[in-house]
């Protein structure tokens, strides 16, 4: 089965642009989550999405937004990107919110 | 407000010696808990999750983790360590019943010498 696919794979952008990440899960799974990953903060969640749903918010600016496609695929949008928005942004899907959650290995986003 | 702490930022043990790597969690009801391993140029990996029943579980490459109630832990474990063990390693609850949201530590690095 193949595992979670996160596209691309690293970023570069500029400060005021926007961008966005995109998450494919593990087939079947229909809950994706996002994290952002940085050496100082940890992971911090970010959203949560099940059945094209958001389920669940973390404590990031509006300008952090997503969504979930009827295949379960998903998109991260960052816009007006902040040199603090630089991290890895990891995305993971689960089949229930019981399970637990398979990752991909990320977007490196990087803002200049 | 919930929260994971995972309070020690690195452990180091010698190869063959016990290993612990400590959780303690707040918040609401009864939370399920889990425990992820990131290895170095890798993605997150699960090594086991306890939701109800016996308080030891028992998950990937040899290690286990203790739930206890009363004092909000889940520390991981391991009887003998190996240098392939080092990694950092997250500590994470799911707030159920209640926000659902999924809680992490900020990570402990391991480092097994030899």
């Known amino acids: 089965k193949a595992g979670v696919t996160q596209t691309p794979r690293y970023l570069i952008k500029t400060r005021g642009q926007q961008v966005t990440l995109s998450c494919s899960p593990i087939s079947g799974h229909r809950s994706v989550s996002w994290y952002q990953q940085t050496p100082g903060q940890g992971l911090q969640f970010l959203f949560e999405y099940f059945s094209e749903t958001q389920r669940n918010k973390g404590n990031f600016p509006g300008r952090f937004s997503g969504r979930q496609f009827s295949n379960s695929r998903s998109e991260m949008n960052v816009s007006t990107l902040e040199l603090g928005d630089s991290a890895l942004y990891l995305c993971?899907?689960?089949?229930?919110?019981?399970?637990?959650?398979?990752f991909g290995p990320g977007t490196r986003l990087t803002v200049l | 407000a919930q929260s994971v702490a995972q309070p020690e930022d690195q452990v180091n043990v010698a190869e063959g010696n016990p290993l612990t790597v400590k959780c303690t969690y707040s918040v609401s009801g009864n939370p399920y808990l889990f425990w992820y391993v990131q290895y170095p140029n890798r993605g997150l990996q699960f090594l086991l999750k306890?939701?109800?029943?016996?308080?030891l579980v028992k998950g990937s490459y040899g290690f286990e983790a203790e739930f206890n109630k009363s004092q909000t832990s889940f520390h991981l474990k391991k009887p003998s360590a190996l240098v392939s063990d080092s990694a950092l390693y997250f500590c994470a609850v799911r707030d159920i019943p209640g926000t659902y949201k999924y809680i992490f530590g900020t990570g402990t690095r391991l480092k097994v010498l030899a």
């Open positions: 993971a899907s689960s089949f229930t919110h019981s399970d637990e959650q398979f």
């Open positions: 306890y939701i109800t029943g016996d308080n």
